[in-house]
């Protein structure tokens, strides 16, 4: 049932009524290979979207593109539009380095600087001269702590490095440090799948109560976590997007086969 | 394709041993697993056991033939500063005791301590001394000219040829005619020694004395300055150029067939023989582009191009180890190429760098060959006081004293070798602290 050939569109509802980024008939090839096939979705302002599938299905890959990630990755060709408030990033025109401050990005894996646990989140505001002065500074990294749900672990130990932290408490660094230069949109890719059980839930809690203010894409391979936190859920499927849909109706009663199956748990 | 043995007949089926046949075969190869890993780890030692056995033989040869080169023999007597003789025009200027006979003060007092009268005698016994001893004599005078007129306890170094014979290289048995100091000399040696004014002391000359023919007055400064000032100029091209090509290379180039064009040079470069940078260097830097023989400058840009592959191959390695993460990091919350690579990949890298660097500059300073072809071999007396001055540098002042006949050269040799390993063994340290200081954990 793996290597089933789709061809038949998306099922469900791929548009938001306040869509704040909108991909259409998105392709990404590696070299010959393609991840991504003919993928049209919208995120909403405010909403927490979560990508689910077996692994390999592209997932990861569409998250990716959302901030021009994949730019990195030699070989790696994408068409298609995706637009971030009606603007395409992928126009020549587009500079991406304000483009990846206004879509921040959170790794699997916590991946703090080898720096002081301040120098982490104040090196994001720096380069792109968001405080005119410390105290500035000093305000945007405690209410970035304090967002990522950090400050009370960390404020007394800020100078120490913060690769000395824990990975859950390493992973909230990395969420503050994204939040630190006022981003519109988070994209997590599967965020908790290096913590423990409680880290996880710390994680979770936190996106709950980002959620408004922030656009969030989740990758996840927890479908309880996707069924806890996000609004609306999408499942790829050997870089098809098979359905998406409202997170309960989703995980409720599934439309197409493929995604009854896999959150049956036949496969993935 | 794994190609599977067919199956015999027809009703066979495939399964797993029992766990007691299981456990029989294990015990019978145990045994056999652990022969092997004994065997491979007593070859371990015995290498290791080998090449430990040849240190300590290379460096234990060094030091008990070196050591000796450390000292030379002094001769300690008084001397009258006699004014008419030192200072003919009276004014105790530089010029005027340049001119005075320091020559003869020096041989009354020694001769007077010795009472040799004779001409032939005072041949003789005029050879005790080296021809350094009047140069300090006069230098005496020059940084003290209250001296004058007074009597002195002056110390100098025995002619090398005295020097070998008190080190027994000269046998007194030999007949007079096939040694090279006569019966009276020798005699005279002996009365210097009864009396104690013959001295073993540590050698001043060989750490504050230039090149000379005289073996008991060469030393190695001109040449220890002539090698940091040429290490210098070849540091300060190589290190920026190599740390910059490696960045290039590494982290904006494109890659496509040029680049791994370069790529494969670069490598090729790092194993070319060092005497072919020294031809061109004589080609290009002296012969096209005219700049001075024998000066640190030439030798700096030759070795810089000997040492950049090696900056540029263990630079590239070290950029290469930063973790892809920190710099997705830095992507991912906007930061630029050039940003990610300045705060964050170079930093990170700068420890293996600076480790191929130092590799690269103790390659360099113990280099002879390609120095030789920009003629960095010539006789420098005076201490190098700028990177445009002639100069020579260590290695090759020890490949020098090395094709000297002089006995005596058999030891000093010996002796900047030890120096030159130390000056290496320091720089190999200097790396291993840097590492270490800027060592950072992710």
Known sequence: MLNTKIDAPTVGNIFSKTPKITARNVNVYYGEKQAIKDVSLDIGFGEVVSFIGPSGCGKSTFLRCLNRMNDTIENCAITGEICLDGEDIYDPRMDVVPLRARVGIVFQKPNPFPKSIYDNVAYGPRIHGLARNKEELDDIVEASFRKAGLWDEVSSRLDQSGTGLSGGQQQRLCIARAIAVSPEVILMDEPCSALDPIATAHIEELIFELKGDYSIAIVTHSMTQAARVSDRTAYFHLGDLIEVGNTQDIFTKPQHELTNSYITGRFG | MIKMSAPMNSDHTPKTLSPTLARER???????????????????????????????????????????????????????????????????????????????????????????????????????????????????????????????????????????????????????????????????????????????????????????????????????????????????????????????????????????FIEVNINNLAAVPSVVFGILGLAVFIGIFGLPRSIPLTGGVVLALMTMPTIIISSRAAIRSVPPSIKDAAYGIGASKVQTVFHHTLPLAMPGMLTGTIIGMAQALGETAPLLMIGMVAFVVDIPSGATDPATVLPVQIFMWADFSERMFVQKTSAAIIILLSFLLVMNAAAIIIRKKLERRW
Do not use: W
């Open chain 2, 26 to 260: 294990v015990a019978k190869s145990l045994k056999n697993r652990h022969l092997n890993e004994g065997r491979f780890l007593s070859y371990g030692r015995a290498a290791i056991g080998t090449a430990l056995l040849f240190l300590m033989f290379l460096f234990g040869s060094i030091l008990s033939k070196g050591t000796p080169g450390f000292f030379q023999y002094y001769v300690t007597f008084d001397v009258y500063l006699s004014a008419d003789e030192l200072d003919p025009y009276g004014n105790a200027s530089a010029q005027s005791l340049f001119d005075g006979n320091a020559r003869a003060v020096l041989r009354d007092g020694f001769f007077n301590l010795l009472d040799v009268s004779g001409r032939k005698n005072k041949k003789a016994a005029g050879k005790i001394l080296s021809e350094g001893a009047e140069i300090r004599l006069r230098q005496m005078v020059v940084d003290n000219p209250s001296l004058l007129n007074t009597t002195q306890t002056i110390k100098v170094a025995v002619d090398d040829d005295i020097d070998s014979f008190l080190r027994g290289f000269i046998s007194r048995d030999a007949p007079e005619d096939d040694r090279r100091i006569n019966d009276t000399t020798i005699a005279y040696v002996d009365s210097l020694q009864e009396m104690g004014r013959i001295n073993y002391l540590v050698s001043d000359y060989l750490f504050f004395g230039s090149a000379s023919r005289n073996p008991e007055m060469a030393g190695i400064k001109g040449a220890f300055f002539g090698s940091i000032l040429t290490l210098s100029i070849c540091l300060i091209l190589a290190f920026p150029l190599g740390v910059g090509t490696a960045i290039y290379l590494e982290e904006f180039a494109p890659k496509n067939k040029l680049t791994e």
